[in-house]
């Protein structure tokens, strides 16, 4: 069996998909549904299980499993109760951490290109403790996985036991099906398309800083169908441990983002630049970029999708459908 937290999740419903797709159909679900609709992300799924991240330490007990693919976090970067982004993001991690070490089980875990902070260190994935503890996340949720990731670095400078795989995350800005349930937190082409659709103005940032643009802000926007595929590798290739930045390497503009959804469409774009609210100019990132060579060198080759044509297909193939769902 595979064990994935977060399966009912954005990324994390995606592999699940991905992994039905493969002819896998003993994969068990750690998640919360809530009443966020959830559900849809794996209703055209089979699954094993779902199991309550509260019950999971039982279930766990006296079970042998392939691997285990551990993307469940509360992954707001807006979220605030300390105790419980940490009882959850970090504690829980460091159980499984413990459980797969064990159990001679494979860990994938996600980490977040949030530990990077305002990107003043750069967005290399060094994952030595120096590097690391270099590093200033700017919200509770980047704390909380960079804690994680100093845990399993230490282990590792410190000749600690760990699973005969362990493979850290860091995942930049990711979009694509099932991500609806995420509100805010959904990527602003998700959040607008029906804006666009419609022929609705768009709203995007003005620049406030000289030099930049308006809509020139940059992040590595990448396609889940593209994660997924680095998730799967990881899973054929147990010889890869490390942590490992994915994103594209290139980083693209949120005006090129949505004039790539209007030329999908092929209509006329209506965008109009609006001040950025005051209490968050300070702290606005205006580029990401990932650095990816560790993962090519790791032997990582299967690419990755243009932003054109990775928008393309999100619109084609789901957003400007009936059924929006993976």
């Not at 090129?256 to 950025?276: F, K, S, W």
Request: a neutral charge; one cysteine or more.
């Amino acid at each position: 069996m595979l064990l994935v937290t977060g399966g009912t999740g954005f990324i994390g419903s995606n592999v699940v998909a991905a992994l039905n797709e493969a002819g896998r159909s003993d994969v068990v679900v750690c998640d919360t549904l809530g009443s966020e609709g959830k559900w849809r992300n794996v209703a055209k799924r089979q699954l094993m299980d779902i199991v309550p991240p509260a019950e999971l330490t039982d279930w766990l007990k006296g079970r042998k499993l392939d691997a285990v693919i551990h993307l469940g976090a509360i992954s707001e970067t807006t979220a605030t109760d300390g105790d419980l982004v940490i009882e959850t993001n970090f504690r829980f991690s460091m159980r499984l951490l413990d459980w797969c070490t064990a159990g001679a089980v494979p860990l994938i875990y996600a980490s977040s290109a949030a530990t990077y902070g305002d990107g003043a260190e750069g967005f290399d994935d060094d994952a030595s403790l120096p590097a690391l503890k270099r590093l200033r996340p700017m919200n509770l949720y980047g704390w909380s996985k960079q804690l994680f990731d100093l845990a399993v670095a230490g282990r590792v400078a410190n000749g600690d036991p760990l699973p005969p795989q362990w493979a850290g995350l860091k995942f930049f800005n990711v979009f694509g099906p099932n991500e609806y349930h995420k509100g805010a937190m959904m990527s602003v082409l998700a959040r607008r398309f029906d804006d666009v659709k419609a022929g609705r103005v768009v709203q995007l940032f003005k620049s406030h800083r000289d030099g930049i643009a308006d809509g020139d802000q940059r992040r590595d926007f990448i396609y889940v169908n593209d994660v997924v595929r680095v998730i799967l590798w990881l899973l054929a290739t147990p010889s890869v441990s490390g942590l490992f930045n994915v994103g594209t390497g290139k980083a693209r503009s949120f005006r090129e983002l949505m004039l790539a959804a209007y030329a999908a469409l092929g209509t006329r774009p209506n965008i109009e630049y609006v001040d950025m609210p005051e209490q968050i100019r300070g702290s606005y990132q205006y580029f990401t970029e990932s650095k990816v060579d560790r993962l090519h060198r790791a032997g990582y080759n299967g690419g990755f999708t243009t932003l054109e044509d990775a928008v393309k297909a999100y619109v084609g193939d789901y957003l400007d459908r009936s059924d929006r769902f993976r």
